[in-house]
């Protein structure tokens, strides 16, 4: 034990010296209690020390692989990761939405990248994708790269499958999380007559009989576990999926939003009115109790009745989206969590399958990559353990969240972030690479965070709705959540409902159990207290502190590893032009914190206060800090060499010919 609370504070101290830069504070004076890098309080110090690790585990850090680490030059964005050279939309659905209020830049300007790979190359009737597909107009993808991107879910019996229906709905529900957050009305104007036509084929497949949505197999987010309906002649038609109309419903408000954001009330009145017509539809979907099935066939049959003698399986990602996405009211949301726990299956090892027990209604047999515990039948994939994490923390189940978490947080200390988790979640789909980092895995992390005030977000601005642990008597939060160009430090004090708010010092108003931050209400850095129940009140003002420091060009961290020397002169000529903010800054700083987290780690490992790995995944761990921070000077380099001579983007790429 002595050893490894040595381990811990070690952990913690280097992990200060190196993160600050990427989310601009420095750790403050706390009370008694817990006090790590990102996070301080009072209360079960087990728990804080995990959301520590959670907002840790998003920059460079000497114990763990971080985000960072999945950056590609090809496209100046996120990847899937190593053996993944793409974007996914059904991989990277929870992490992102649940990271967005935290990632900031140059994180936000990876994801809007990632994500322009999707709509740049979208369906409209005449272009043509892998095995010569020419998509419907408004279809988005499985997955994308420059140049390339798969219309259906790419695995499987391809010849039978359906265009990205889900896909489409949730990539909707990320390009529109994505606009509020940032908050350009330029942006959202550019991206809007996507967004409808991404809706407007969702909506192509709208009964309006009965308001439910069809789908051919594997339109479903989590594809290819979704075959539709059996024919008499072995064939397999359309069906009435659940998922399709949950993930819809949570992009048409979201549409509507942005809709609003770009000044469109009769537009975002639209599609409201079939959110409401998809709403109301959606029992005829669900149980007595209000859980949802998977999938109802055109005859009346319903595929994912738990318990019934034939398709008696219970799924969970429509379900635990339902309640993450605010689909579902309250009490629907409890007796849906209520059910999903009480199955004992569906979380054999503390992180959710999709399903429980194994499928009967696939095209294919059970058998090998579809044998029950493996990939999508009853596999475990992080991204839904992020909407799951939401889930739990709406409907006050705390301690599910935390143990899921340590599942992720163990395999991260092995280096063992792959997605995804074979054997019911128990182990890694690729063991025989040295090291893996995967995109999806950061969902544990960013769900956790989300979950504890929900974030969310409108064409107003932020609501905050305290969705905190009862062990938790203060909690101070140094890492930002974003809002435009505004940062959000939180402080929570007491338990129970929110009963107080002030915002930098000014009292606010709470309604509906929140506060909501208007945009124009904020400044570039903002103090959000919470008070809870009755007990004490949090502090008014929020001692925040200067940024982290990038080492000067002259220093020696620059040639750590390789030659990196240029991003650290770029970053002075940026800073000398009071540039700091822009995201090719914070790329040529992240360079910095890549290389102080790598002398963190081998300064650990020297010491015996870090977990040591087997020679080839220590090999692998300590190569990955240089090799990502040369894919980062690499991106930046590629993206300044194409910018103009004019204007603020012509200073950005004088500073970087200056820096040669």
């Not at 900031?104 to 990876?110: A, I, K, V």
């Not at 690729?430 to 005030?453: E, F, K, M, S």
């Not at 338990?495 to 570039?524: E, F, P």
């Not at 990955?624 to 910018?643: C, F, H, N, S, W």
């Amino acid at each position: 034990m002595e050893r490894d609370m040595s381990r811990r504070t070690f952990v913690a101290g280097a992990a200060g010296a190196v993160a600050a830069g990427s989310l601009g504070a420095s750790a403050a004076p706390a009370p008694a209690g817990f006090r790590g890098r990102w996070v301080a309080g009072e209360g079960e110090a087990e728990h804080l020390e995990l959301l520590d690790v959670a907002f840790r585990s998003l920059w460079p850090d000497p114990e763990i692989p971080s985000l960072t680490m999945l950056y590609s030059p090809a496209w100046n964005g996120f990847v899937e990761g190593p053996t993944w050279g793409a974007w996914w939309v059904q991989n990277s659905y929870g992490t992102t939405l649940a990271g967005l209020p935290f990632f900031g830049e140059p994180y936000t300007t990876w994801i809007a990248n990632a994500q322009h790979l999707w709509f740049s190359q979208m369906g409209d009737g005449k272009r043509q994708s892998y095995n010569n597909w020419v998509a419907p107009d408004g279809c988005l993808c499985d997955c994308a790269s420059p140049g390339s991107i798969i219309y259906k879910q790419g695995d499987g019996r391809t010849d039978i499958h359906d265009w990205g229906m889900e896909f489409t709905a949730a990539g909707v529900v990320l390009q529109c999380e994505l606009l509020l957050v940032r908050r350009n009305p330029d942006d959202a104007r550019r991206y809007l007559p996507m967004l409808r036509r991404s809706a407007g084929f969702i909506e192509s497949r709208r009964n309006p009989k009965n308001d439910l949505y069809l789908a051919g197999a594997a339109g479903n987010l989590l594809a290819p576990s979704f075959a539709g309906s059996l024919n008499a002649d072995g064939t397999y038609g359309m069906a009435y999926l659940a998922g399709l109309s949950v993930t819809q419903i949570a992009a048409l408000e979201r549409l509507a939003r942005v809709e609003e954001l770009a000044g469109n009330a009769p537009e975002a009145a639209h599609w409201r009115n079939l959110r409401a017509a998809s709403l109301a539809a959606l029992p005829q979907l669900q149980t007595p109790e209000g859980s949802l099935i998977k999938y109802m066939d055109p005859d009346g049959t319903r595929h994912g009745v738990y318990g019934a003698a034939k398709h008696g399986y219970y799924e969970a990602v429509c379900n635990h989206d339902a309640v993450a996405l605010d689909v579902v009211d309250d009490a629907t949301a409890r007796r849906i969590m209520r059910r999903m726990v009480s199955i004992s299956g569906l979380r054999p090892h503390g992180v959710i399958i999709t399903n429980h027990p194994s499928l009967d209604d696939m095209y294919t047999a059970p058998n090998g990559l579809w044998e029950f515990g493996t990939w999508v039948n009853g596999g475990h994939w992080t991204t839904c353990e992020a909407r799951m994490m939401m889930a739990y923390h709406r409907t006050g189940r705390f301690e599910e969240a935390r143990r899921a978490w340590r599942h992720i947080l163990g395999l991260m200390r092995k280096w063992r972030a792959d997605n995804p988790l074979v054997k019911f979640g128990a182990e890694v789909y690729q063991p025989n690479l040295p090291i893996n980092v995967v995109y999806d895995t950061w969902g544990a992390p960013v769900g956790l965070l989300r979950g504890l005030l929900k974030y969310d977000y409108d064409a107003r601005g932020l609501r905050l709705t305290p969705q905190m642990p009862p062990t938790l008597t203060r909690y101070e939060q140094q890492a930002p959540a974003y809002l435009g160009s505004s940062k959000v430090y939180v402080e929570t004090a007491g338990v129970g409902q929110l009963t107080g708010a002030w915002l930098n010092g000014r009292k606010v108003a709470v309604d509906d159990g929140g506060v909501h931050l208007s945009a124009d209400g904020l400044r570039a850095d903002n103090h959000v207290a919470l008070q809870l129940g009755h007990g004490r009140a949090p502090r008014k003002t929020f001692p925040v502190t200067a940024s982290f420091a990038v080492p000067t060009p002259a220093d020696a961290l620059w040639s750590l590893g390789g030659d990196f020397g240029r991003a650290g002169r770029f970053y002075a000529a940026l800073r000398a032009a009071k540039l700091c903010n822009r995201w090719e800054a914070r790329q040529a700083a992240l360079i910095a914190e890549m290389l102080l987290a790598l002398r963190a780690r081998r300064e650990g490992l020297a010491a015996g206060k870090l977990l040591a790995l087997p020679e080839a995944s220590a090999r692998a761990a300590d190569g990955a800090y240089t090799e990502a921070a040369a894919r980062l000077l690499e991106g930046l380099g590629k993206a300044v060499d194409a910018y103009a001579a004019e204007g603020e983007q012509g200073k950005v790429k004088a500073a970087w010919d200056a820096a040669k």
